[in-house]
T-cell receptor, first 113, second 116 residues
């Protein structure tokens, strides 16, 4: 089925460990996004990309890095995980026009202990 | 300033009744899109309805309709004939044409609970 696939779905990290979350889409969307959602709150933008090889910071970029080496993939990295990064992470992709909504992945639940 | 404001953290509605979830937005762009998403307890984000800034008619999708009042900058979601499966978090979001990444900005959400 076409859509956005996130891996892994769940992960527990120790403080200071690193990890990479992978997002893959097969809809040929130009734009891709990483959001985080804390309990009882809305989604906040971490980083985004408007095309292969380009990335930009969102609202809450500190502690994260991203890369988009291929159009279909958008990677989110945590170099040194902190308990404050415990959250649910959503990837999304879209065409560029404002009239087009996102297709979301199913989310990654990350716990940093 | 908040771009999207949802003032109702939680709401109850009786099954089969209609309910309105409030959303106000702030933008200086002429071209923008307004979206509502549903997030059930399973966690996925489900697209419900879209309203474009130039659309003159209110959007409808089945039991969902969007009460768009452009001058008041409000985009309230109306759910008719509520069902138990409508219990979920609901997020209002806006996409502006002036933003470099055309990203969606989300409100804080409203938790809707449908009573049998």
């Amino acid at each position: 089925n076409a859509g956005v696939t996130q891996t892994p779905k769940f992960r527990v990290l120790k403080t200071g460990q690193s990890m990479t979350l992978l997002c893959a889409q097969d809809m040929n969307h130009e734009y891709m996004y990483w959001y985080r959602q804390d309990p009882g709150m809305g989604l906040r933008l971490i980083h985004y990309s408007v095309g292969e090889g380009t990335t930009a910071k969102g609202e809450v970029p500190d502690g994260y890095n991203v890369s988009r080496l291929k159009k279909q993939n958008f990677l989110l990295g945590l170099e040194s995980a902190a308990p404050s990064q415990t959250s649910v992470y959503f990837c999304a992709s879209s065409y560029s026009t404002v009239g087009y909504g996102y297709t979301f992945g199913s989310g990654t639940r990350l716990t940093v202990v | 300033a908040q771009k999207i404001t949802q003032t109702q953290p939680g709401m109850f509605v009786q099954e089969k009744e209609a309910v309105t979830l409030d959303c106000t937005y702030d933008t200086s762009d002429q071209s923008y899109g307004l979206f509502w998403y549903k997030q059930p307890s399973s966690g996925e984000m489900i697209f419900l309805i879209y309203q474009g800034s130039y659309d003159e008619q209110n959007a409808t999708e089945g039991r969902y309709s969007l009460n768009f009042q452009k001058a008041r900058k409000s985009a309230n979601l109306v759910i008719s004939a509520s069902q138990l499966g409508d219990s979920a978090m609901y997020f209002c979001a806006m996409r502006e044409g002036g933003d470099a990444g055309n990203m969606l900005t989300f409100g804080g959400g409203t938790r809707l609970m449908v009573k049998p």
